[in-house]
């Protein structure tokens, strides 16, 4: 810098090693700072030292900054009043003179050159009085285009100052809010804007320190704060893209089991309608024929009251309308589980359902397993039921095994035979998705999940096992 302006510390810190030619008459520096009150006191120390030398400055602020930086100069002894009326001290709203020259969002250099190279004419011509004259000058306009997110306008602002500081004996100084540099993203333009400058001043954290041990510290500091970060950045974008695995894959899981849903529903209901037609069937076919032949039966006991055979006869369709409606509603909800427990109604079914599907049934359960929560009891006896229709309808089993036991606070039922098995790209597929294997296995699986149990389906050639286990605790209501 000249040896006509007195210079602060930091100034002394920054200023770059100059020939003592043409080009120590330009220097262009860019200070960052986190305080304002430290930047208007620094301004006040750069602008003032040329307003005593004689020199000119011109100042382009927002108007707390130019007001700030009056009070400061007028703490300093200086008058302000005669430096503007001899045209040394030029100061101007930076809003407003930015809006001059932008045309689109974009500096214009054409209208930048006649606008701001006019400023500085008249503060050069002013400051021509003194020996080897200088103009200092301080511009927040970089600044406001980079809080208005206009970065690379900020960066072509600085190379039109650049351009224009080879025209004039130019001291400029930029100054930027740290603040305004505080994503990862805004690293490659803090790094632009430094190289638009013959040197940089740091935060007043750092030109606080009054020794190089102390700097030398600071950077080593600064060195391993930046590897921590970047080190946390590095494992918090491995976090967040587990999340985002995570969230598609619980996304993913959520359209399937939404899918399977949908598909039970329909499911259930064309079963219900199914189940609706066998009943109707039944009555009609089965119980209907036998309540047709007790109606003629009767109407001849009418005529024939004293016949013994047709009394009998009257009394064993009477017998089997009687048993008909007991096995429907043993089907639809055995009364015996009501009043015996779910073992109880297991062990009617599985011997009826020997008796009508031909298949060899065992059942192995405890004599003390005791009663369940009637939810517990009715999702258990369904479970049965569909999975021993599954294996008469499907397994192509001679055999099939029921197995009830207590473990560990929870009920399991087990069905096992020695069908052919379920194909294994199915089964994976019905693990992964919950569909594929129909409305039985589904049904089972949703009984199971809704009181808090789970269901393990394994098959080979060798047959297939289904297991479900369902918690007992004293929450469950009965």
Request: net charge negative; aromatic share 6%; with cysteine.
């Amino acid at each position: 810098m000249s040896t006509a302006i007195v210079p602060n510390r930091v100034d002394t810190l920054a200023a770059p090693i100059l020939d003592g030619g043409e080009s120590d008459h330009r220097a262009h520096a860019v200070q960052f700072y986190t305080d304002g009150a430290f930047l208007i006191d620094e301004l006040s120390r750069f602008i003032g030292s040329a307003l005593g030398a004689g020199d000119s400055a011109v100042v382009f602020a927002t108007k707390a900054h130019r007001d700030g930086l009056a009070q400061g100069l007028q703490s300093r002894g200086l008058e302000i009043a005669r430096a503007i009326e001899q045209g040394r001290y030029i100061a101007l709203d930076a809003a407003e003179t930015l809006a001059k020259f932008m045309l689109d969002g974009w500096p214009d250099a054409a209208l930048f050159t006649e606008i701001i190279g006019s400023i500085l004419g008249q503060a050069a011509a002013a400051a021509a009085r003194g020996k080897n004259p200088h103009i200092s000058a301080f511009g927040e306009m970089v600044a406001l285009l980079w809080e208005q997110g206009n970065s690379e306008g900020a960066v072509r602002l600085e190379q039109l100052w650049n351009n224009l500081a080879r025209m004039y004996p130019l001291f400029l100084r930029c100054a930027y809010p740290m603040s305004a540099f505080d994503r990862e993203e805004h690293g490659d333009s803090f790094l632009k804007i430094c190289a638009e400058h013959s040197f940089v001043i740091p935060l007043e954290s750092y030109t606080a320190l009054v020794s190089e041990e102390q700097r030398l510290r600071s950077i080593s500091h600064l060195q391993q704060r930046a590897q921590a970060l970047e080190n946390e950045m590095a494992e918090r974008r491995q976090v967040e893209e587990a999340l985002r695995r995570t969230q598609a894959q619980l996304e993913s899981m959520v359209e399937q089991r939404t899918t399977a849903l949908r598909q039970l529903s329909s499911r259930l209901l064309s079963l219900q309608d199914t189940e609706r037609r066998r009943i109707a069937r039944e009555l009609h076919d089965s119980l209907g024929q036998y309540l047709v032949g007790l109606k003629l039966n009767v109407e001849m006991i009418r005529q024939s009251p004293q016949c013994e055979e047709l009394w009998a006869e009257a009394e064993q369709l009477m017998q089997q309308c009687m048993s008909e409606v007991r096995t429907l509603s043993y089907l639809l909800h055995p009364p015996t589980m009501d009043a015996a427990g779910f073992t109880s109604a297991a062990r009617w079914y599985v011997e009826g359902f020997g008796q009508r599907s031909g298949i060899k049934v065992s059942l192995d359960a405890p004599d003390d397993l005791g009663r369940l929560p009637d939810a517990i009891e009715l999702a258990l006896f369904r479970v049965l039921q569909e999975a021993l229709t599954n294996v008469h309808r499907h397994s192509g089993a001679s055999e099939a095994h029921v197995f009830i036991r207590e473990d560990a606070g929870q009920v399991v039922l087990e069905i096992q035979d020695n069908g052919r098995g379920i194909p294994e790209e199915l089964l994976a597929h019905f693990r992964a998705t919950g569909a594929g294997m129909g409305v039985g296995v589904a049904g089972i699986r949703e009984r199971a999940w809704e009181l808090g149990g789970s269901l393990e389906v394994e098959s080979d050639s060798g047959g297939t096992r289904v297991r479900v286990s369902i918690p007992v605790t004293e929450t469950v209501q009965n």
